[in-house]
């Protein structure tokens, strides 16, 4: 293990020494990524003075019993290696979980879309009530959430929704939330008080900075509308909503979310690219026969992940098999414990596929 945490601690110093040096602060794409290497190696080191000191604690304690006679300092260092005996394992299991390779899109902000699926207009309200779980949820997290673009349903709810979520390794913690999320119920508009099933679906996309696609404008066509929806102040009377085509691929971006016609430009750019980065990482991750043996991985969006279930309280993850009867404090955000056990399985998944003794 200590081998391991040197070899890592070499490559912190060569990036200490780095992201001082003029010629890599003036390149932006790679001083950006060893700021975030940094930071990721600075826990790490955390770690490793912690592993040390350990070690340092039984060696010490183990000397002391070796020589001495005193009762009372016997009796001390036997407690001091008790100690840290027991703190060895936990530690190593956590320096493990460190130690396996992260995605590199897992630091980045994301863009996520929920989608109305099956059950009409109880699908919308669904639609609506994931939107506020997960925005009471980025909020939590001290996270910044912005609507690109939106279409309400005819009772409430959302068709769709589109928004970012700006903050700390965003898209590493929300990308399992991708799939199919199943609701059972009785609707608003059920008269018969019958359970329904209705469904919607997440998507949870990398946000792309431009120097991770390059975005060929000239393959985009820029369309300026009026804004729709509800009257008032810049509303269907300027054109600052744009709509873009990506000729290639045919696919469609809105947004309208800003009175300004550049900035709903450049968040409608953001989703575009986004979206294309991440065709790219479904490809990369086709091609990669690991990840598509686990069982949590993110890039099946037609896969039913997890159901609500209101006449039982109860909410399933399907993927790892986890029910949680506490669906009240689920939908107001509270999805900690269900994104902590999914990166669990994922990190422990990792661990075989690389097979490695520590």
Request: proline share 3%; glycine share 6%.
């Given at each position: 293990?200590?081998?391991?945490?040197?070899?890592?601690?070499?490559?912190?110093?060569?990036?200490?020494?780095?992201?001082?040096?003029?010629?890599?602060?003036?390149?932006?794409?790679?001083?950006?990524?060893?700021?975030?290497?940094?930071?990721?190696?600075?826990?790490?080191?955390?770690?490793?003075?912690?592993?040390?000191?350990?070690?340092?604690?039984?060696?010490?304690?183990?000397?002391?019993?070796?020589?001495?006679?005193?009762?009372?300092?016997?009796?001390?260092?036997?407690?001091?290696?008790?100690?840290?005996?027991?703190?060895?394992?936990?530690?190593?299991?956590?320096?493990?979980?460190?130690?396996?390779?992260?995605?590199?899109?897992?630091?980045?902000?994301?863009?996520?879309?929920?989608?109305?699926?099956?059950?009409?207009?109880?699908?919308?309200?669904?639609?609506?009530?994931?939107?506020?779980?997960?925005?009471?949820?980025?909020?939590?997290?001290?996270?910044?959430?912005?609507?690109?673009?939106?279409?309400?349903?005819?009772?409430?709810?959302?068709?769709?929704?589109?928004?970012?979520?700006?903050?700390?390794?965003?898209?590493?913690?929300?990308?399992?939330?991708?799939?199919?999320?199943?609701?059972?119920?009785?609707?608003?508009?059920?008269?018969?008080?019958?359970?329904?099933?209705?469904?919607?679906?997440?998507?949870?996309?990398?946000?792309?900075?431009?120097f991770d696609f390059q975005l060929d404008m000239s393959e985009v066509?820029?369309?300026?509308?009026?804004?729709?929806?509800?009257?008032?102040?810049?509303?269907?009377?300027?054109?600052?909503?744009?709509?873009?085509?990506?000729?290639?691929?045919?696919m469609i971006v809105s947004c309208q979310d800003q009175k300004s016609?550049?900035?709903?430009?450049?968040?409608?750019?953001?989703?575009?690219?986004?979206?294309?980065?991440?065709?790219?990482?479904?490809?990369?991750?086709?091609?990669?026969?690991?990840?598509?043996?686990?069982?949590?991985?993110?890039?099946?969006r037609s896969a039913k992940i997890r159901t609500y279930n209101y006449?039982?309280?109860?909410?399933?993850?399907?993927?790892?098999?986890?029910?949680?009867?506490?669906?009240?404090?689920?939908?107001?955000?509270?999805?900690?414990?269900?994104?902590?056990?999914?990166?669990?399985?994922?990190?422990?998944?990792?661990?075989?596929?690389?097979?490695?003794?520590?």
């Amino acid at each position: 293990m200590l081998e391991k945490l040197n070899i890592v601690k070499q490559r912190f110093d060569e990036v200490c020494d780095l992201i001082i040096q003029p010629e890599i602060i003036s390149d932006q794409k790679r001083y950006i990524q060893l700021n975030k290497e940094y930071k990721d190696l600075s826990a790490l080191m955390g770690k490793r003075e912690e592993y040390v000191a350990l070690a340092n604690s039984i060696q010490e304690a183990q000397e002391i019993l070796n020589i001495e006679t005193d009762a009372e300092m016997i009796e001390m260092a036997k407690m001091e290696m008790d100690t840290a005996q027991q703190r060895k394992p936990g530690l190593e299991e956590e320096i493990r979980f460190m130690l396996v390779p992260r995605d590199p899109e897992d630091t980045k902000n994301a863009v996520m879309e929920i989608r109305a699926g099956t059950g009409g207009d109880e699908a919308s309200i669904f639609a609506g009530d994931l939107y506020r779980l997960y925005t009471k949820f980025c909020e939590g997290k001290g996270w910044q959430v912005s609507v690109v673009d939106y279409n309400e349903g005819t009772s409430g709810g959302f068709k769709e929704v589109i928004f970012e979520v700006n903050g700390e390794d965003v898209y590493g913690t929300l990308k399992y939330e991708a799939g199919v999320h199943r609701v059972q119920r009785v609707p608003q508009t059920e008269t018969q008080g019958r359970v329904h099933t209705s469904a919607a679906t997440v998507m949870v996309l990398p946000e792309a900075e431009e120097f991770d696609f390059q975005l060929d404008m000239s393959e985009v066509r820029i369309e300026r509308t009026t804004s729709t929806g509800p009257g008032g102040q810049s509303v269907n009377t300027t054109y600052s909503a744009i709509k873009l085509h990506h000729e290639p691929t045919g696919m469609i971006v809105s947004c309208q979310d800003q009175k300004s016609s550049h900035k709903n430009l450049e968040k409608a750019l953001k989703v575009l690219r986004s979206r294309l980065f991440d065709l790219e990482l479904a490809k990369k991750m086709e091609a990669d026969s690991q990840k598509r043996k686990s069982m949590v991985s993110s890039g099946d969006r037609s896969a039913k992940i997890r159901t609500y279930n209101y006449p039982q309280g109860r909410v399933t993850d399907h993927r790892i098999n986890l029910t949680l009867y506490d669906l009240g404090n689920i939908m107001d955000g509270d999805i900690q414990k269900i994104v902590d056990e999914l990166h669990l399985v994922r990190n422990t998944e990792k661990l075989q596929e690389a097979g490695e003794t520590f």
